[in-house]
DNA sequence: CCGTTAATTAGATATGCATCGAATCAATCA
DNA sequence: TGATTGATTCGATGCATATCTAATTAACGG
């Protein structure tokens, strides 16, 4: 687990994750979620990452998602981006290399955006 | 507005917005939505954001929130990107300019991360 | 042992981005 | 007119990132 991901899931762990409206973040906690935030910015690793979200059973085989225009090095390095973001989980699984969306951390950032009155 | 602005303000209008688990995204639907989560992806930024998010009223005035460490260019550099990402709404009242938070973009992106079973 | 899948490494290129200082401009107010 | 606030411009620097090709490695299955 990257250093990274140890403290996603560190500041994803209840009763973490204040939401925005709730109070400003600190340097630390801007940090962590900026990362994540981050990791989704760009066009490829989101498309990658709608992919197995919207994929059967929320999980998907490399070779099922991996048609997004670039080459097979760079979608593994995109994927690893979002491992260590704390988005994505992998497992082999056989010849096959299954990923699957994080849910905690997932919940984490729609909380974080979501305005309580 | 800016283009980027336009676009947002199209794709967050409904019935559009799908959340994450519903389809993948298109390629322009990704553009649009991995460009408000790069506005987010900075350190900087998100703690700018998060300061007028958790204001009183949900809106600061500058003067509030320029307190993050860099220089007075480059706060209104970040300030400019949220707005042009379509996340901050500005407005000059007398010497001050106030930011407050662009209510139905947020909420776009808080569902788009949502899961729906 | 060979084929397949995907991660990794290496090296290279090109672009983008955050940041600064210094200066200027625009809007407002006293 | 002068002071204040904040946006903008300019030029510059340094670092990060996305991408490629080519090659290699690791894990698995037959």
Same mark, same amino acid.
């Given at each position: 687990?990257?250093? %990274? ?22 340097? @630390?906690?801007? @940090?962590?979620?900026?990362?994540? &935030?981050?990791? %989704? +910015? *760009?066009?490829?690793?989101? $498309?990658? &990452? ?7 059973? $929320? #999980?998907?085989?490399?070779? *099922?998602?991996? *048609? /997004? ?5 760079? /979608? ?7 491992? #260590? ?5 992998? #497992?082999?699984? +056989? ?11 997932? !919940? ?6 979501? !305005?309580?009155?």
């Amino acid at each position: 687990m990257s250093k %990274l991901a140890q403290l996603a899931a560190a500041a994803s762990a209840p009763p973490c994750c204040p939401s925005l409206t709730d109070r400003e973040l600190t340097e @630390e906690e801007a @940090e962590i979620t900026a990362a994540m &935030f981050k990791a %989704l +910015g *760009d066009p490829v690793r989101l $498309r990658l &990452f709608s992919k197995v979200a919207s994929h059967p059973d $929320r #999980e998907a085989c490399v070779c *099922d998602i991996a *048609d /997004v225009g670039v080459s097979q090095p760079t /979608v593994s390095h995109h994927l690893k981006k979002l491992r #260590e973001a704390g988005l994505l989980l992998s #497992e082999r699984r +056989g010849t096959w290399v299954y990923y699957r969306v994080a849910p905690a951390v997932l !919940a984490a950032l729609s909380g974080f955006l979501t !305005a309580r009155d």
